[in-house]
């Protein structure tokens, strides 16, 4: 069982800047993939970033990319995600996630733990 804690949400305005932070405990085995989702109110749950923790390749959702950045720490076992040039339409609470295996997926229901989310507001 792998528990994650993600952290570091806030309020920021327009063009403001926000890192979360994830952190695994528990049997973090390899080979897996961490990843950031977001989610509105009412609405689907929507994949942000992801990485492979055993070999670092990293990729983006569409409306991120050149503003977002994941990363990791081994020896920590924890995942970031450094939000810059943030705007209103990324407001929203953001889960950390891993996934069972190594291969790229976007897809929430092929992630099997979740951190309990942070929020973030973008106000303009």
């Known amino acids: 069982q792998v528990q994650l804690v ?10 403001g800047s926000l890192r979360l932070s ?8 390899s080979p897996y993939v961490m990843a950031w989702f977001r989610q509105v109110s009412g609405r689907e749950r929507i994949f942000v970033a992801g990485i492979t923790w055993s070999s670092g390749y990293t990729y983006y959702g569409d409306s991120v990319k050149d503003r977002f950045t994941i990363s990791k720490d081994n020896a920590k076992n924890t995942v970031y995600l450094q939000m810059n040039s943030l705007k209103p339409e990324d407001t929203a609470v953001y889960y950390c996630a891993r996934s069972m295996t190594d291969v ?21």
């Not at 897809?107 to 989310?117: A, I, L, N, V």
């Open 6 to 15: 993600d952290s570091g949400g806030g309020s920021v305005h327009v063009g």
């Open 22 to 29: 994830c952190a695994a405990f528990g049997r973090t085995f």
């Open 104 to 124: 790229i997926t976007t897809r929430p229901y092929q992630f099997t733990d979740w951190g309990q989310g942070t929020q973030v507001t973008v106000s303009s």
